[in-house]
Antibody
């Protein structure tokens, strides 16, 4: 069965970086894209960007351009999302989602807390 | 800055019918925006319901249906059940970029 398993919760200081992983299984990794979505406490969903594991091509939301990098490792079928220069308003649950014309399978989420 | 707008909240009676809508600041929503709908219960990851306007996933109950209505994407729930009380989000595609709506909190009362 399709599964996306994300890395554990992180606590970071302002200005630091965080790298969240998303291990995919149960399907051919290079056939589907991976999107990253975040949700601040009590807030809505926010699309951060997309990566194609097949080509490595990325598409980032304008808000995160220059501060986010999405990568994949096809040998381990793992996607990564790195966010730099963290601020307190980056505190959120971060999700990965398998992507075609829909986001059909989601990871369980990774809570990133930014606090001094 | 593209904005996707949903009703902040709606209330429906059990067994009733309700329609949630999703509007784009760029103009009428068409098939090219490939509207998706998700349900989220507090503390859980979003659950996909509808893709490409009106296609249900294999796990989506038949009481959920998607359409285009008056220049917006729409999600209609018919025969609402108590377990349908949740937050609902639409997602629109903008030629590579995607934008979520702000969400609609649906109360079943």
């Amino acid at each position: 069965q399709v599964q996306l398993v994300q890395s554990g919760a992180e606590v970071k200081k302002p200005g630091a970086s965080v790298k969240v992983s998303c291990k995919a299984s149960g399907y051919t990794f290079t056939t589907y894209g991976i999107s990253w979505v975040r949700q601040a406490p009590g807030q809505g969903l926010e699309w951060m960007g997309y990566i194609s594991p097949y080509s490595g091509n990325t598409n980032y939301a304008q808000k995160f351009q220059g501060r986010v990098t999405m990568t994949t490792d096809t040998s381990t079928t793992t996607a990564y999302m790195e966010l730099r220069s963290l601020r307190s308003d980056d505190t959120a649950m971060y999700y990965c989602a398998r992507t075609t014309e829909t986001f059909d399978y989601w990871g369980q989420g990774t809570l990133v807390t930014v606090s001094s | 800055q593209t904005v996707v707008t949903q009703e902040p909240s709606l209330t429906v009676s059990p067994g009733g019918t309700v329609t949630l809508t999703c509007a784009s600041s760029t103009g009428a929503v068409t098939s090219g925006y490939s509207p998706n709908w998700f349900q989220q219960i507090p503390g859980q990851a979003p659950r996909p319901l509808i893709y490409s306007i009106s296609n249900r996933h294999s796990w989506t109950p038949a009481r959920f249906s998607g359409s285009l209505l008056g220049g917006k994407a729409a999600l209609t729930l018919s025969g609402v059940q108590p377990e349908d009380e949740a937050e609902y989000y639409c997602l629109l595609y903008y030629g590579g970029a995607r934008v979520f709506g702000g969400g609609t909190k649906l109360t079943v009362l």
